[in-house]
């Protein structure tokens, strides 16, 4: 298995690596795992930033409670202002722009994950494209409408649409938490590649938890095999210390 930063090349400083998704696809467990191995893998500053209005904000006070000293020294959490933080509006931090642009760090990003969650970060478009940047769309095939192919374009159209980005590659993190099957990551994985291969994507990651990743990894096609990543699922901890967050 692999370490999730060489999976999508190791990013450099002044990068920014977007995740896009519909609700339950992962995107913000991807969004964290990325940030985490990007602190173990290279010296860069990280930040973590959460763009995603449609549920606004994931705890991220309650994540770093997990986190070592060294991993949160050099991750920068980018939320909304304290006195806004559980506002049920879209808002975002007033000093994004430049942040964005920052050529020092590497910026994690969550965007909403439907039409108008992923079109709330279309009024950062100029920024981004100005920078060098990639559009990364997570997909749990086990959630509900992700489980047909028709329903996948829709969602891959609608974020398109809404984002007026360019699309960089797919990450098929398919499961059911605990009960996953390695016959459901592969299953997962055909699916999201043949996506893929309609659309001219790639699928750059294939994610697992702990819990079942031995279970899974010698039951994999080499195809699959090969983008095989272990990730920490942050949500489920944060159940246990009150969080109601839904990632």
Known sequence: ??????????????????????????KTEVAINLALSLIRTTTFQVALCDLDVVKPYFRLRDMLRLLTDDETGRL????????????????????????????????????????????????FRETIIASDYRLYIVVNTLRPGMDNADGMKRMLTAIRSGARLEVTGLVANTNLQAETTA?????GYDAVKSLGDSEGLPVVAVLVSPEYADQVVHRLTPGAARLLSVIRVFNRILDTVGSQTEF
Do not use: C, W, Y
């Not at 930063?5 to 998704?21: K, N, Q, S, V, Y």
């Not at 016959?183 to 299953?187: E, G, L, P, S």
């Open 1 to 26: 298995m692999r370490e999730l930063a060489d999976l999508f090349g190791r990013p450099r400083a002044g990068e920014l690596i977007l995740f896009a998704g519909p609700s339950g696809s992962g």
């Open 76 to 123: 920068n959490i980018v939320e909304p202002e304290r006195r806004l933080l559980h506002a049920d509006i879209p808002t975002f931090p007033r000093n994004l722009h430049a942040l964005l642009s920052s050529p020092e760090t590497i910026k994690i990003i969550d965007v909403g994950g439907d039409a108008i969650g992923a079109g709330a970060v279309a009024q």
């Open 183 to 187: 016959d459901d990551v592969q299953r």
